[in-house]
């Protein structure tokens, strides 16, 4: 628990490559939010058949995608989350938020 006693929360947002700037400069824009991580990685598979695959995604079986981590309170990630699906619907934005147990450095 952070000074506010405010329970911690993580979430992920695994957003197509062309988004990739665009969210870059959106988080930046976040005032509640001090920083976040963000890393390519590679999706497999699709939700529910609703993710439309290439001839060479197909044959390769991923999809590249971003994903960006960001850790901070579970109200201030809510928002986000809220604001995230007025600006951005049907952009393919997948996101999971998770509470955090724990935190520190090593």
Known sequence: ????????GLLQLIV???LEEVLVDFLLQQNAVS???SSHVSGHG?????VKLSLVEQVTGRQHRVQFMLHAT???LQDL???????????DIHYILQP???TGSI
């Not at 989350?81 to 952009?91: C, S």
């Open 1 to 8: 628990m952070t000074q506010n006693n405010a329970l911690q």
């Open 16 to 18: 197509p490559p062309e």
């Open 35 to 37: 920083g976040f991580t």
């Open 46 to 50: 699709t939700s529910n058949g609703a």
């Open 74 to 76: 579970l109200p201030v």
């Open 81 to 91: 989350i809220t604001v995230l699906k007025h600006g951005f619907q049907n952009a």
């Open 100 to 102: 955090i147990l724990e």
